[in-house]
């Protein structure tokens, strides 16, 4: 079996879909537009060959890559980014050399436009926000009208909450329309909750093969827009409710064959038209897995290796592998530089020396989003979850243990 790996060095867990893939028996070949010399050994030892392009924003230096292995190893079975960035630029390549392990061309308007999406809640009979693309200032003050203020708008296609806008006023919605709109935009009601996700692979049947759930209390959109901390945890369990309405969600796409990424809103407080506090509203759907270090976070948090089911998926549309070790909350903490927190990195890298899985520098094209200083560690509680929570963003608080220069405790 030949798989293409578009962009297998970056994000960096991206290396670790090759391994396993290579440890099934699939022949890995990447295309990216990094050096040779610059890919872990890891990847370089999952990889049968790698063809460097000047850019992957080139389509025919790519079109070039792929058509160099289809030459050289024969049919292409699987190629796959598992970034959303690379998602349509995947599907052009599938539907240009008849690759039929995964989305077309022609499939792709219903993953890339938050609008279509609406069609799929809807038919899987999950309530979501009331919306409207925002095509002049006058419908989008009826809408505003209805709807009230604060309101959402954020490209129709778009990659995770980058140019994202929470309008609070008439001001504001005036001063938006104002400037030149690139692309096309949605508007939305805004709906108060916090993010829960439901997360895994699913096979060529739709079956759900491995999931996962996490929670990010606070919004990402504000993390991204206003420069906050980031915080959010890997649930020790799924919750019922999210299992349930994300496998709707999946029948409903007929979805098969690949990582998924599924949004909700769990209601903060009662929201006409929506439900009660607790009801699990949609957000956004995502056909690729979760940014940044959550991979690891679910194999952290379940003894897991979601690598691993994926590439039992590829390789056998089964799972091969079976886990059943200890769940835990497993937690990412991203620290923004600039700020004044009161416990340094050596402090907190002391202070949780146990609970601690990684830490380190988030790369400068993922920190807008996930903060500049990360560290990633499970606990077996939520209190103690919680409590590392107010110590690590702390400008007050101390650490747990930490002596005082008159050497009592703090």
Request: net charge negative; charged share 25%; glycine share 8%.
């Amino acid at each position: 079996m030949n798989f293409i790996s578009i962009s297998p060095n970056f994000p960096a867990v991206m290396a670790h879909f090759c391994t396993a893939l290579r440890d099934n028996g699939v022949n890995v070949l990447g295309i990216g537009d990094g050096a040779y010399d610059e890919l872990t050994d890891e990847l370089k030892g999952a990889l049968t060959e790698y063809y460097h392009v000047d850019s992957l924003e080139d389509y025919d230096q790519v079109l070039r890559a792929v058509g160099y292995f289809t030459f050289k190893y024969g049919r292409i079975d699987w190629l796959e980014s598992n970034n959303e960035y690379w998602l349509n630029q995947d599907a052009r390549l599938r539907t240009d050399f008849n690759i039929t392990s995964g989305l077309k061309s022609d499939e792709m308007d219903v993953y890339k436009y938050k609008s279509r999406m609406k069609e799929i809640y809807e038919r899987a009979g999950i309530p979501a926000a009331r919306w409207q693309l925002a095509e002049t200032l006058d419908d989008a003050l009826a809408f505003a009208g209805e709807v009230g203020y604060p309101m959402i708008i954020k490209p129709d296609s778009g990659v995770g909450a980058s140019d994202t806008w929470k309008i609070r006023n008439e001001k504001e919605l005036r001063a938006f329309f104002k400037k030149e709109l690139p692309v096309q935009y949605i508007m939305e009601e805004f709906v108060p909750g916090e993010v829960t996700t439901f997360d895994g692979v699913c096979n060529s049947k739709g079956e759900v093969l491995f999931a996962a759930s996490h929670i990010s209390p606070a919004s990402i959109m504000d993390m991204v827009n206003e420069g906050n901390d980031c915080f959010y945890y890997v649930d020790r369990e799924i919750p019922a409710d999210i299992r349930e309405a994300g496998e709707k969600v999946l029948a409903a796409l007929g979805a098969k064959s690949r990582c998924f990424h599924l949004e909700f809103f769990r209601l903060t407080k009662a929201v006409k038209g929506l439900g009660k506090k607790g009801q699990v509203v949609a957000l956004e759907i995502n056909m690729r897995p979760a940014g940044g270090f959550t991979p690891d976070m679910i194999n952290f948090a379940y003894s897991a290796s979601l690598y691993q089911a994926y590439a039992d998926m590829v390789a056998y549309d089964e799972l091969r592998h079976t886990y059943d070790g200890p769940h835990t909350y497993c937690a990412y903490f991203g620290r923004r530089d600039g700020k004044n927190y009161v416990y340094s990195n050596y402090d907190i890298v002391e202070a949780y020396r146990e609970e601690l899985r990684l830490t380190g520098r988030m790369p400068a094209a993922l920190s807008g989003a996930m903060g500049d200083q990360v560290y990633v560690a499970c606990f077996e509680t939520k209190a103690a979850l919680e409590k590392a929570c107010r110590e690590i963003f702390a400008l007050k608080e101390p650490l747990r243990g930490q002596k005082q220069k008159d050497g009592g405790e703090k």
